[in-house]
């Protein structure tokens, strides 16, 4: 009785199996995809660049034009964006990270790789750019301060 159900249980467990290749121990399958093109790698990532794209246009703009209005928009836009859709800031830790060797994959993250660019650039030309309008933690202070009440506050 025993002999009749190991024999069963190994008809069972080879009756679902797919045969291997010859020269595969393993069961690793070799494939021959080719990777994916960059045109393919930009149109999977068309929207996230779109965003930021208009994103940095809305950050860019609010900056030259000095409009207070236009700032505090941009202040909550980079809260929502940056902040809470991203959930990512440029920090010294991704300089550092980029220096010893270990940068993003650059195919995967072109929306962050854009991102580092626009944000080097725009310090090299305008100053704080970055840490003004577009850095959803100093952007979050600003709106706290614009909002809490001035004997509320506590000078340090």
Known sequence: MLRTLAVC??????AGA????????????ETDDAPP??????LGQTADIA?????????????LRKSTRLKYVTLVASVLYLGFYKSQLLSIVNIFSTLKG??????SNLGWSVFVVFAVVTTVLWGRVY?????AFGAL???????????W???V
């Open 51 to 63: 965003l930021f794209a208009a994103f940095a246009a809305l950050a860019l703009t609010s900056f």
């Open 131 to 135: 840490c003004g309008r577009v850095c």
């Open 141 to 151: 202070t600003q709106l706290i301060d614009a909002v809490v009440p001035a004997r």
């Open 102 to 107: 270990n940068p993003p994959l650059f195919l």
């Open 37 to 42: 093109a960059l045109a393919d790698v930009v």
């Open 18 to 29: 797919q045969p291997q290749p010859a020269g595969d121990d393993f069961g690793f399958e």
């Open 9 to 14: 249980a190994l008809l069972a467990g080879t």
């Open 153 to 155: 506050r506590v000078t």
